[in-house]
């Protein structure tokens, strides 16, 4: 059968025939049927959250699963986040050293190598000027902390007794910070030296973990590397199954919520990290200029928990301004004047800037999501919560849209604020006039006046 020159047309779509929300070539169905999946896929993770919290077994079978391939893991979100940077680099190689000399069709495994080995240098001198610059000041102020804490905690007891002058509160005060040593040490012999176990064995068991850990970051480097060079191999692999196993018409659908949840997650992750690396930079800076104490092991904190949007920078304030609170009481008020100066500037100025609007959110939603996420799944729920519901929020907001436009009625928002009601012949919105408004505002302040007048 020949092929006429209007099929592969039909076949290839480019960006411009590809139909729009709202459009009579859309269908709702496949929308119904990723939004149903979505919501299936979330209470099917709660569910075997819960289930693998409660039997104890499965869980370890998980973990054990997750450890064995914690290199290919950590590969593929290494391969993730350095995506971009490759294709940067490619894209700047590809037009200065091979477009203009017209040898780029020959040379594209190349250029491929060129922009992956770029985008791993970058990240491994990253590591290593990271490495160089805090893990020995953090050793000596972790050291430092550890030796002091008794002296620390004796001034502290001090400073407060001189500041309270009162007998009976003096008491309870010294009476708690004894309860509190106590409860460190013990919770110290009990966790951290594994009920008693002699300091060789722990000292052994650590050297191990870390070997393990650094070995699997070694392999993750490679998987990342192999993963990069053939990327559009295993993209074409994923593409292949979703149409195996889906319709076209819910396939392109799912192609298309793939792309937007790429999307929100690499510009919110990629966003993020270089917002925390930045105000972890600043507040190191800051610190050593104002000479507040543990400078280096609190910026790591600081700039960790920043990737959390609004709860991260006093979740890692809280505990640092208890460490500096046990040097000097009064620095810890400046240390945390300095926190809230850094995050009003990363607020409005730094965090804007970088990461913009990437996940389509309003601050409730963001703040929502979080809680959320955050009281089911901790900390990682935190982290995750935000692009995660980002996606559940686009896919609800695509199927209302749908609704509306197919009923005749606009989607944007802004047209139903001020709605008072729609016209049920024209489905035209409708808005009350200020007359109607004085009317009625006239009729409740009569009916009022009647009820008292009773």
């Given at each position: 059968?020949?092929i006429?020159?209007?099929?592969?047309?039909?076949?290839?779509?480019?960006?411009?025939?590809?139909?729009?929300?709202?459009?009579?070539?859309?269908?709702?169905?496949p929308?119904?049927?990723?939004?149903?999946?979505?919501?299936?896929?979330?209470?099917?993770?709660?569910?075997?959250?819960?289930?693998?919290?409660r039997?104890?077994?499965?869980?370890?079978?998980?973990?054990?699963?997750?450890?064995?391939?914690?290199?290919?893991?950590?590969?593929?979100?290494?391969?993730?986040?350095?995506?971009?940077?490759?294709?940067?680099?490619?894209?700047?190689?590809?037009?200065?050293?091979?477009?203009?000399?017209?040898?780029?069709?020959?040379?594209?495994?190349l250029?491929?190598?060129?922009?992956?080995?770029?985008?791993?240098?970058?990240?491994?001198?990253?590591?290593?000027?990271?490495?160089m610059?805090?893990?020995?000041?953090?050793?000596?102020?972790?050291?430092?902390?550890?030796?002091?804490?008794?002296?620390?905690?004796?001034?502290?007891?001090?400073?407060?007794?001189r500041?309270?002058?009162?007998?009976?509160?003096?008491?309870?005060?010294?009476?708690?910070?004894?309860?509190?040593?106590?409860?460190?040490?013990?919770?110290?012999?009990?966790?951290?030296?594994?009920?008693?176990?002699?300091?060789?064995?722990q000292?052994?068991?650590?050297?191990?973990?870390?070997?393990?850990?650094?070995?699997?970051?070694?392999?993750?480097?490679?998987?990342?590397?192999?993963?990069?060079?053939?990327?559009?191999?295993?993209?074409?692999?994923?593409?292949?199954?979703?149409?195996?196993?889906?319709?076209?018409?819910?396939?392109?659908?799912?192609?298309?919520?793939?792309?937007?949840?790429?999307?929100?997650?690499i510009?919110?992750?990629?966003?993020?990290?270089?917002?925390?690396?930045?105000?972890?930079?600043?507040?190191?800076?800051?610190?050593s200029?104002?000479?507040?104490?543990?400078?280096?092991?609190?910026?790591?904190?600081?700039?960790?928990?920043?990737?959390?949007?609004?709860?991260?920078?006093?979740?890692?304030?809280?505990?640092?301004?208890?460490?500096?609170?046990?040097?000097?009481?009064?620095?810890?008020?400046?240390?945390?004047?300095?926190?809230?100066?850094i995050?009003?500037?990363?607020?409005?100025?730094?965090?804007?800037?970088?990461?913009?609007?990437?996940?389509g959110?309003?601050?409730?939603?963001?703040?929502?999501?979080?809680?959320?996420?955050?009281?089911?799944?901790?900390?990682?729920?935190?982290?995750?919560?935000?692009?995660?519901?980002?996606?559940?929020?686009?896919?609800?907001?695509?199927?209302?849209?749908?609704?509306?436009?197919?009923?005749?009625?606009?989607?944007?928002?802004?047209?139903?604020?001020?709605?008072?009601?729609?016209?049920?012949?024209?489905?035209?919105?409708?808005?009350?006039?200020?007359?109607?408004?004085?009317?009625?505002?006239?009729?409740?302040?009569?009916?009022?006046k009647?009820?008292?007048?009773k």
């Amino acid at each position: 059968m020949k092929i006429t020159e209007q099929e592969p047309e039909k076949q290839n779509w480019t960006e411009e025939k590809r139909p729009q929300p709202g459009k009579n070539a859309w269908d709702i169905r496949p929308y119904l049927a990723v939004g149903l999946t979505v919501v299936l896929v979330v209470l099917v993770c709660l569910a075997i959250f819960f289930f693998i919290f409660r039997f104890q077994g499965f869980a370890d079978g998980i973990a054990q699963v997750i450890d064995s391939i914690q290199a290919v893991i950590i590969g593929f979100i290494l391969a993730y986040l350095l995506n971009p940077v490759m294709r940067f680099f490619e894209r700047i190689y590809t037009k200065k050293l091979f477009a203009k000399n017209g040898r780029l069709k020959n040379r594209r495994r190349l250029i491929r190598s060129l922009a992956v080995a770029t985008a791993m240098a970058i990240f491994l001198t990253l590591i290593f000027v990271l490495v160089m610059l805090l893990v020995p000041q953090l050793v000596v102020s972790i050291q430092e902390l550890v030796l002091t804490m008794g002296d620390k905690m004796d001034a502290l007891i001090s400073w407060v007794q001189r500041l309270v002058n009162n007998s009976e509160l003096e008491g309870q005060i010294e009476s708690l910070a004894e309860e509190g040593f106590a409860a460190l040490e013990t919770w110290l012999s009990e966790q951290i030296l594994d009920n008693g176990t002699d300091l060789m064995t722990q000292l052994t068991t650590g050297v191990v973990s870390v070997v393990k850990t650094i070995f699997n970051i070694i392999v993750g480097m490679i998987v990342a590397v192999y993963v990069l060079m053939t990327k559009e191999r295993f993209v074409g692999q994923a593409k292949k199954v979703i149409y195996a196993i889906f319709r076209p018409k819910a396939g392109n659908v799912i192609m298309e919520v793939l792309r937007k949840a790429d999307e929100v997650f690499i510009g919110y992750f990629i966003g993020y990290i270089i917002d925390s690396m930045i105000v972890g930079c600043i507040c190191f800076v800051v610190m050593s200029i104002i000479g507040l104490p543990y400078a280096p092991l609190i910026s790591v904190i600081v700039g960790a928990t920043n990737i959390i949007p609004y709860f991260g920078p006093y979740i890692g304030a809280i505990p640092s301004a208890i460490l500096i609170f046990l040097v000097n009481p009064i620095q810890a008020i400046y240390f945390l004047i300095m926190i809230l100066v850094i995050q009003q500037v990363d607020g409005n100025v730094i965090a804007p800037k970088i990461v913009g609007d990437s996940t389509g959110l309003s601050p409730f939603w963001v703040v929502f999501a979080i809680l959320f996420m955050g009281g089911c799944f901790g900390i990682v729920g935190m982290v995750f919560g935000v692009p995660v519901f980002a996606m559940i929020y686009y896919l609800v907001k695509r199927i209302v849209d749908h609704f509306l436009l197919r009923k005749k009625l606009p989607a944007d928002t802004r047209k139903y604020v001020k709605l008072d009601h729609v016209d049920a012949e024209t489905n035209e919105i409708k808005e009350r006039t200020q007359e109607e408004k004085s009317v009625l505002q006239s009729v409740k302040h009569r009916k009022k006046k009647n009820k008292e007048e009773k």
